[in-house]
Every structure is written in structure tokens, then in C-alpha cells.
């Protein structure tokens, strides 16, 4: 039980586009969702929380019209990179915190992989 | 905000051997998990250990809360324990805290 799924694993896009990346609680009703951004060899930093059907809240220095949250259901979150640079290429992933187990462990997804050229 | 400071940053072993990973803590904690990152980038939950000590087959953990600081034993390692181990920790109280921050990690490799 408790995975979490994300898609695509991997994309590849242009300077300037935008690209969204997906993530799903398979088994369980997400309380809340989070993304986690990871530079090579580093660890992971919280981008943003998000609450089923509220805004999400971003942590200081995160550009909130550049990473665009939605969580439009207790099982989907989506982030949009939006006009995308070389800068913003970097390892995406998901968790999700189970509604109304009690408890405040969370679940990953295996990451999503962004390249942009 | 909470720090997490793990040791040692770097462990190598040969295989079968015994190791222990430290995770030091600044403040209380409503959530301290033990993750595996895999080669491929995926996180595997090991622990969800707040408090208290949990075994799963060669790995165990154990949180001693009030001296903040938890310890992940990884016995008999093999190959494919090689990754980077993470711990990492929610603040009681919730709120603005309501978040997972994590340490930087102890990159195992196991040779055989």
C-alpha cells in the first residue's frame, strides 16, 4: 500500500516552454501533497505544500508563477514548470501524507527527471 | 528552522559488514522518517520512527526523542544496501513547521 506515482518519469523540453508533471496517490486520499526539488549530489528542499482545493504554500524563495501548483483532487497534485530554462533542469518529487491514518509519515514518488535545453 | 545533521557523510564498507548512521536534531518532533535513495532517485521508506525502536529483517532504528537524535543499524550489508541513506524530520507544533526538512544525507557504498 502507500505508493505514489509520477509521470513522466523523464522529459526533455526547450528553452521557454512549459512542462507539467503529474503525481498520484494509487492506494490512498492524500491529505496533503508536497514537491521537492534535488540538484545532483545534494539533498531535498520543499518547494511547496499543497491542501486538496486550497492554494498551495510556497516556501521563501520559490517563484510561485514560474512553479505552478494544483491539486485538484485527494488523489492528483500537478506541477508546472512554466517558461522553462536550463536553470530549472533538476530531480521533481512528489509525497503525500494519508488522510485519516493519524499519523504524519509520508510516501514518495520516484521523481520526475527534467532536462531543459 | 529545525536542523538535521546526519553522520557520517560517507561510509564505505565491504559486504557484510555492520554500520550505524546518525541523525542529530535540533528541536521536538511530531515525525522523523530513515529513507533509502536509490540509484534511479526513488526515496523507499525505511522507518517512520518518532520515538521508540522498529526492526525490518537487517536494519533497525531507534529514536531517543528527548536526547533528539536517531540511529539507523544496517547488519550483514550487502551490494544493494549502496545509496544515500536520509533522515529526515517534522517539527511538533505543525503550522508553518508542518513540513519535512531533511539532513544531507550518508552515502553508503558496500563493495563486494
Known amino acids: 500500500g502507500a505508493v505514489v506515482s509520477q509521470h513522466p518519469s523523464w522529459v526533455i523540453c526547450k528553452s521557454g516552454t512549459s512542462v507539467k508533471i503529474e503525481c498520484r496517490s494509487l492506494?490512498?486520499?492524500?491529505?496533503?501533497m508536497f514537491w521537492y526539488r534535488q540538484f545532483p549530489k545534494q539533498s531535498l528542499m520543499l518547494m511547496a505544500t499543497?491542501?486538496?482545493?486550497?492554494?498551495?504554500?510556497?516556501e521563501q524563495g520559490v517563484e510561485k508563477d514560474k512553479f505552478l501548483i494544483n491539486h485538484a483532487s485527494l488523489t492528483l497534485s500537478t506541477l508546472t514548470v512554466t517558461s522553462a530554462h536550463p536553470e530549472d533542469s533538476s530531480f521533481y518529487i512528489c509525497?503525500?501524507?494519508?488522510?485519516?491514518?493519524?499519523?504524519?509519515?509520508?510516501?514518495f514518488g520516484p521523481g520526475t527527471r527534467l532536462t531543459v535545453t | 528552522g529545525i536542523q538535521v545533521e546526519q553522520s557520517p557523510p560517507d561510509l564505505i564498507l565491504q559486504e557484510g559488514a555492520n554500520s550505524t548512521l546518525r541523525c542529530n536534531f535540533s528541536?521536538?518532533?511530531?515525525?522523523l522518517q530513515w529513507f533509502h535513495q536509490n540509484p534511479w532517485g526513488q526515496l523507499i521508506n525505511l522507518f517512520y520512527?518518532?520515538?521508540g525502536t522498529k526492526q525490518n529483517g537487517r536494519l533497525s532504528a531507534t529514536t531517543v526523542a528527548t536526547e533528539r537524535y536517531s540511529l539507523l543499524y544496517i547488519s550483514s550489508s550487502q551490494t544493494t544496501d549502496s545509496g544515500v541513506y536520509f533522515c529526515?524530520?517534522?517539527?511538533?507544533?505543525?503550522?508553518?513547521?508542518?513540513?519535512?526538512?531533511f539532513g544531507k544525507g550518508t552515502l553508503l557504498t558496500v563493495n563486494p
Open positions: 520512527i518518532p520515538s
Open positions: 499543497s491542501n486538496e482545493g486550497s492554494k498551495a504554500t510556497y
Open positions: 529526515a524530520v517534522e517539527l511538533t507544533g505543525g503550522g508553518s513547521n508542518y513540513k519535512l526538512t
Open positions: 509525497s503525500a501524507r494519508i488522510r485519516g491514518q493519524g499519523t504524519y509519515e509520508q510516501y
Open positions: 492506494d490512498f486520499q492524500a491529505t496533503t
Open positions: 528541536d521536538s518532533v511530531n515525525n
